[in-house]
């Protein structure tokens, strides 16, 4: 079984992290686009479903939602598939927001910094409550603080010291813009435009942050009013989604390095006069099927690729700053 990535959600207290989870998995659980979601442990299952079931089903009232998350975070482990054969592995850790801006030494600070170095990809949370108007040059800044971009950005600092990300070989970040039934009525173009105001360090050239602006909501009617508004989570898969994407990328990249490795050796096995060729037989034999089998790898990875390439094709997405879309 192949390692699972892991992908770390950073969003202050409130900003709608175990939300996410939560209506991640439950739209996913069933399937969707004959993608699903399972957890590697059952009894994360049972955990999710109950909290799941209380949001949807409980009485109405304040009651429904999920509490703040405490100081024990939970690390969930899932598996990501597609009619129902694993494509990819994943682990994700739920934690209290308030870690994000706590002193090193809080147990669940170390939890998060350790989680988020070691990620394939992250989210950015910022919740739609704070996107109601237009906001203005000294606004921005505010809600800017009040989203936690300021701590987002110091962790990510960190992050960037591990990845070294560049326009070859960027790193995927997804802004998730949370509750976006709170700022529905807005004009789009302007929302992702105060949204590239915010986070502006993810859109400067050659910066290497492959940036993804995505709206999701547990519901439109939550807008009206989040106790009694029907659950009816949109859009929660994506990120998701792009995320895979780039794990494939990830594998992708060490497995055409490892052909190259590989035809370089073969090359030179096969440059030797006809003793050395002949010594060398079964050397190459060996070389020449192990590099058949990457071939093969190197096929499957692109065909799952462009197969989740699909699902994005109508997303927002920026290398260092510059619109693009997705190839493989
Ligand atoms: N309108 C609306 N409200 C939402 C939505 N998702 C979450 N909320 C509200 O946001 C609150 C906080 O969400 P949580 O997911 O608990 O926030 P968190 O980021 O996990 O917070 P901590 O655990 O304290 O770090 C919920 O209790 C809901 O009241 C949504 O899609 N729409
Ligand atoms: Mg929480």
């Given at each position: 079984m192949k390692q699972n990535i892991k992908i770390t959600m950073l969003g202050t207290t409130g900003a709608g992290k175990t939300c996410y989870i939560l209506g991640l998995y439950s739209t996913m659980q069933l399937g969707l686009e004959g993608f699903s979601l399972s957890c590697q442990d059952m009894d994360d299952d049972l955990r999710l479903t109950e909290q799941w079931e209380q949001l949807v089903f409980?009485?109405?009232?304040?009651?429904r939602w999920p509490s703040a998350t405490g100081n024990e975070p939970h690390n969930y482990a899932f598996d990501f598939s597609y009619g129902l054969k694993p494509m990819m592995g994943f682990e994700w850790l739920d934690y209290r927001g308030g870690a994000m801006s706590d002193?090193?030494?809080?147990s669940d600070v170390n939890t998060l910094r350790t989680h988020l170095v070691e990620s394939s990809c992250v989210f950015l949370c910022i919740s739609g409550e704070l996107l109601k108007q237009k906001l203005t040059e000294s606004q921005l800044n505010i809600i800017a603080r009040r989203a936690g971009v300021t701590r987002m950005i110091s962790y990510l600092a960190e992050l960037a010291k591990a990845?070294?990300?560049?326009?070859?070989?960027p790193y995927p970040v997804v802004i998730t813009i949370t509750k976006y039934d709170q700022c529905f009525q807005r004009n789009k173009d302007e929302i992702l435009e105060d949204i590239k105001n915010i986070f502006r360090i993810f859109f400067q050239?050659?910066?290497?942050w492959l940036t993804m602006i995505c709206p999701v909501s547990l519901g439109k009617e939550l807008a009206e009013n989040k106790n009694t508004g029907q659950i009816e989570p949109k859009n929660m898969h994506l990120p998701l989604v792009f995320a895979i994407y780039f794990g494939y990328s990830n594998e992708l990249r060490q497995q055409e390095n490892r052909a190259k490795r590989k035809k370089d050796d073969l090359e030179i096995l096969r440059g030797g006069n006809f003793l050395e060729r002949w010594m060398n037989t079964e050397q190459i034999k060996s070389l020449e099927n192990s590099l058949n089998n990457n071939q093969e790898q190197i096929e499957e990875l692109k065909k799952r690729m462009r197969f989740l390439r699909q699902q994005l094709t109508n997303a927002n997405l920026y290398l260092s700053g510059t619109e693009m879309q997705l190839d493989v």
């Open positions: 409980a009485e109405e009232g304040e009651d002193l090193s030494t809080e990845k070294q990300p560049t326009n070859e070989n050239p050659n910066s290497g």
